[in-house]
């Protein structure tokens, strides 16, 4: 089983010195708002995927007045290993560097492997509500975890749109764009056809966990390749070739990929109130987590400060899924008396968190 056996920050947000020896299951952590309980979320976040869920700038996550900060870990991997030592420096002026095992990691995607993170929050409605990329990274994120092929995929299709994207750009003779234009659409249909094959397994998982939280609402996915269905991507790409020269780039292909939701034909957004929208969030993450799990897959769970817009049925419901997963799980919430509810069917630790110092409350 995969899980955080130790985890220590130095200068992280408002934590100057800090080391939590957390549960391999179930952590609650509690306290008043602006305590530092989802700085504490943000450093697990921020140590498998060098970037911080609060802010695109990430160098904020160093505390005022120092120059970086450090994230480390041991990473209970297997029973009968040592834990895997993991680092992360987050430097004003070097940038990022990440350890694993004392040696150098060439990308955070070895961390991202390694250490794979679902996080629920209440930004958690940028999934349905804010831009394509979202929805891109929501997908891109399940694959990277499942289809082993997945990363060399997508990589080569990046380094050539952004090959393509520069001829375009010196407006290169059309014979060089043709070839170009072969090489990106190769790797953009097989890349299309994983994202195809993942949405519909989302789909089909996603029907009974809307049902388990109460939201028996008929939800299709709309599968947005990125250009006209039914052409091959490379006779497309031909065909509006003069448009990609005015343009200075490559207007079609997979990285326009969406996904959107209807309910009766209807966008969602026309149709579901905020409380509907925040299920349909959760259960689209749980579903990922179901995926996840079917592929023998472990990661840990973040899931901050939700309690409070659920009521007590779909609170029961999520946490009662969380404890079947198998996995570590930490979560957040200001009301200590009903975490202690919630989890009182399971062994957990419970910290309270107050002017960014923990304290352990019990095991």
Known sequence: ?????????????????????????????????????TSLLESIYMLSTGRSFRTHLAHRAIQHGHDKTTLFAKLHMHPNHQPLKVGLERNKVKGL???????????????????????????????????PKYRRQFVDWGLFHVEPSFMEIWSNYQRLLKQRNAA?????????????????????????????????????????QLHALNLDLDIHLN???GWKLGEKLESYLEQHLERDFELGHTHAGPHRFDLTFRS?????????????LKILVIALYLTQAALLKAEDKKCIYLIDDLLSELDHARQNYLFTTLRSLDSQVFVTGLDRTRLEELWKQGSAKMFHVEQNILHLRNE
């Open 97 to 131: 560097t990440v350890k694993v095992g004392g040696e150098i990691c060439r990308s955070v995607a070895e961390m991202a492997k390694l250490l794979p993170i679902i996080l629920i929050n209440p930004d958690s409605y940028f999934l349905l509500e804010a831009g």
């Open 168 to 208: 375009l750009s010196s407006r290169a003779n059309r014979s060089q764009l043709r070839i170009w234009s072969r090489e990106l659409a190769k790797y953009g249909e097989i890349l299309n056809q994983m994202r195809k094959n993942y949405c519909i397994k989302i789909e089909d998982q996603l029907k009974p």
């Open 223 to 225: 599968y947005h390749q």
């Open 264 to 276: 009766q034909k209807t966008p969602i957004d026309d149709v579901f109130s905020r409380g509907q």
């Open 1 to 37: 089983m995969l899980y955080l056996q130790q985890l220590n920050l130095t200068h992280f947000r408002n934590f100057s010195e800090l080391e939590l020896n957390p549960h391999p299951h179930f952590n609650i952590l509690y306290g008043e708002n602006g305590s530092g309980k």
